[in-house]
């Protein structure tokens, strides 16, 4: 399914549940995707121990792609042509995060109509974890 | 960083899409993929991350027969003296601060990337949190096996003064 200009207008939004209670086994399972085996994500000891934090984290870009679900469930598969993120707070497991995606302008370029957005994913206490925006093309 | 030779296999999407959530079947079910405008399984968003695994000289991957800075034995397995107020982000190479990609198209299955990275820019900042932060930004271009651009990505790390905790 594809965003059609005429159905949206600046303004509207779209939130998704992106993640219930983040398990220590997902971030594993996204270093071994993403090869990104830095131990900061997934070895309790190292972390700890080594790197001082309170515990392992997730990958910001573990977050970035589980909001990139939310995108593209928005806008349509293969429909995207920018997509950037800050990473604003770190992501632990346990964690709900939330995403919510917001139309910024419907513009056209060359002929074709274009939206650029603004994405927010927050945590359970409120916080946000990553912000940023994308653009892309729609009917 | 220079990536050689990253094949987009089918398999490879499945299981990124899955770990990060996304059961959209764009991203496993040939079939289904054929009927839709992009008319095959393409990759998600975020999948050009991944071409790590095909950087020979990955520092956050474990190589057969280096030291590894992770635990074992040991709560790493790099004997480094410890600095005094010194930075766990360094330890761990720095954190990520942002990742922007612009598509000029997306990727499929067949696609054999090629990555070349370029320093970008470098600046300080002064935070109550984590102190002085370091960030530095790295423009990586992906080009397919025809030598088109693909995917412009832009990286900012940050090395941090002081532990980021909850």
Redesign the interface.
């Known amino acids: 399914m594809?965003l059609k200009a005429n159905d949206i207008k600046v303004g509207d939004t779209h939130s998704e549940v992106?993640?219930e209670d983040l398990k220590r086994t997902?971030i594993v399972?996204?270093a071994?995707?993403?090869?990104?085996?830095?131990?900061?994500h997934?070895?309790e000891?190292?972390v700890t121990?080594?790197?001082?934090?309170?515990t392992v984290f997730a990958?910001?870009?573990?977050t970035?792609?589980?909001t990139?679900?939310l995108?593209?469930?928005y806008v349509?598969?293969?429909r995207?042509?920018?997509?950037?993120?800050?990473?604003v707070n770190?992501v632990?497991p346990g964690d709900t995060l939330t995403g919510t995606v917001e139309v910024a302008e419907i513009r056209d370029e060359d002929g074709q109509k274009l939206v650029d957005l603004t994405v927010t994913t927050v945590n359970q206490d409120g916080a946000t974890v990553l912000s940023g925006n994308a653009t892309a093309r729609i009917d | 960083m220079a990536i050689d030779k990253f094949a987009v296999e089918a398999s490879h999407i499945m299981m990124f899409a899955r770990s990060v959530g996304d059961e959209n079947p764009i991203y496993h079910d040939a079939d289904y993929a054929a009927g839709t405008e992009a008319g095959s399984i393409i990759a998600p968003p975020t999948f050009a991350q991944a071409s790590a695994q095909f950087d020979p000289d990955y520092f956050l991957r474990p190589k057969t027969g280096k030291p590894w800075f992770g635990s074992g034995k040991e709560a790493t397995g790099i004997k480094k003296e410890k600095k005094e107020g010194g930075s766990s982000g360094a330890a761990a190479g720095g954190l990520h601060a942002e990742q922007h990609f612009e598509y000029h198209r997306h990727l499929k299955p067949g696609d054999v990337l090629t990555g070349t990275t370029f320093p970008g820019k470098s600046w300080e900042k002064e935070s109550k949190r984590a102190g002085k932060l370091k960030f530095s930004e790295t423009v990586t271009e992906y080009r397919d096996q025809n030598g088109e651009l693909v995917i412009t990505a832009r990286g900012v790390g940050v090395v941090t003064e002081k532990v980021i905790g909850t």
């Open positions: 594809t992106l993640v997902q399972q996204y071994g995707a993403s090869g990104d085996y830095n131990p900061v997934t070895d000891k190292f121990e080594v790197a001082g934090y309170p990958h910001g870009m573990l970035m792609g589980m990139g679900k995108l593209t469930n349509g598969d293969g995207l042509t920018k997509y950037g993120v800050r990473f770190q632990w």
